[in-house]
């Protein structure tokens, strides 16, 4: 047919087009609708313009950083800790002491730190490093906590209500109940209530309502309700038995993933741990900054009366020059000792010379420690007496008690532990599933749901209570991976990173009795440099005053003098600094010995409980007694060498 070539077409008739236009509108819903959930819904083309850099009138607003807008600002701009100018070495004579022991400096660190502070400003540069009072809590309330463990076991309830209408036409009438097309118009309601046990049992009651109306010539009724209620019990008999691996692995447990009620508790002990070694470092840094803050104070008190007798050393001077009795150099020399002297009265007080931060930088990282405000016109100043008499240990007993106390070893056996939970846990899943399955049920058939009970099979409710039509079902499922690879690997997996965490604790015990020794010649060392330095103090002492008396009678140069000067302000200097770090080491020896925290009796408890958290510990108290220690194991064969040695 050419395209110039025309074809008459007759209309068809009403109810002819009206059946083609049916037909032919379903053959294309039909058509259209997968091509529609599989190419999506199509895109119109987007124009885009290409503006200049003149003539974008909201290019300022696009390029600028935007602030984040909380839905709660209160508290959170800082002004609360602004404060006034920091303390100047010009006003440092005006401003109040504030005198502190160190007891009472570690009470205030504890009562303000929310957030375990530490000196560096970790806190800013890596807030997520940081260790914070709310740190158990979150971990207590997450979805890793044993709440949430303990939520598998919940009871579970469900229900479900479903309408559905269709009309079918058939080939054969047998299929069609007679009828060779067939309306239905179905509604099901479902619910049903379950739970798991920590055995591993699960059970179940469940009440199932099938409503059926349809045009079928052979139904005995135009509509029906089919009502049972059923009851239903699942016990596994190898693969998932016992509360052990339930509460190891959880209910449902899939070799190498662990997250039963066991398992999380010992994740809760191990973030405990590192709160507690969180307060015990801020403990320790708190005692170390208190006695660099004493140090600091001697510092410049030496330096302040080292800067007084030079000063008078060179008024003398310059009177006797004035008068024509000394010389200019000597003069001179002198001036110069007096402003290197005041030079090293300001650094004591506000400098960073030699790595020292002075009095005022001391007590700042000190407020930041204790949590409270940095600039106040008053300085905390430290009235505990420093430790100076020997101090002895038993080197024996310091070891036994490093090695019992030290909090990182007792995370690490929290880690040892929850590796054993996991190859117990790993051992019982490597077994077949095979459950015993029981299920009862009981029906009921009527044309109503509830009326017409007068008559046969008129109420489908006062059939179900008569009990007349029940069924039920015992038997077994049986089934799993042949070879199961994947339970083999879990178990060689787990048992790999029992050994490995063994191995570390060793590590970790041979590293700290190495701490603990080094810990213990700090002690002896820091005590022979006290003793040594008050010596060389005194002898500094002894050859001052004679060199003083000589200069004055003109027998020595005043360079001597001045040289004595020097050396008796170092001297005096280095005994306070020996002080300072003998106190230091002992502290740091009761940090590695474990006895830093109860050094200030501090203990760690839990909080309140509840009147019915106290009842349910009472009623099981009893139980818990009669238990043998290992409870949660006691349905599983202990740890055993294995393939690996252990």
Known sequence: MTRNAKKTISPPKANQLKGRFSVLSRLTLTAVLPCAMVLGCATSQRNITTFETSCTPCQEVLQQIEKPQLQCDDGT??????????????????VEPWDLTLDQCVEISLANSKVMQKLGGVVVGSPAAAR???DQAIQETSIGGVENALSAFDAQVTSSFFYNRSERAFNNLFIGGGAPQLTSNTSSFRTELSKQTATGARFAVRSLIDYNRNSSPANLFGSTYDAVNQLEFRQPLLRGRGTAVNRIAGPNPIAGQYNGVLIRRINSDISLSDFQAAVRDLVRDVENNY???YFAYRDLDTKLAARESSRETWENRKLRFENGLGRPDDEAQARQQYFNFNAQAKNALAGTANGQ??????????????GISTNEQRLIRPTTDPVMAPVSYDWQQSQHSALENRIELNRQKWTIRRRELELLAAKQLNKWQFDFVGQYGFRGFGDNLLGSRGRPNGSAFSDLAQGNLDDWQLGVEFGGAIGNRAGHVAIR?????????????????RQIVHDLSAAWTEVDRSLENMKTTFNSRIAAFDELEPKRKRVEEGQDQVFFLLDAQQRTATAESSVHRAVADYNKALANYAYTSGSMLSRFNITMTEGPWTQEAQANAVRKADYWQNQSRDTYGNDLPPVSSGPVMQ
């Open 77 to 94: 701009d800082g002004t609360e800790f602004m404060s006034g100018p920091p303390i100047s070495i010009e006003s440092f004579g005006d």
């Open 132 to 134: 914070t009072l709310f």
């Open 291 to 293: 006695w660099e803050l």
């Open 493 to 509: 997996n787990a048992e790999l990173n029992l050994v490995r965490e063994r191995a570390i604790l060793k590590e970790q015990q």
């Open 357 to 370: 931060t002075g009095v005022l930088g001391t007590e700042r990282n000190l407020r930041r420690l204790m």
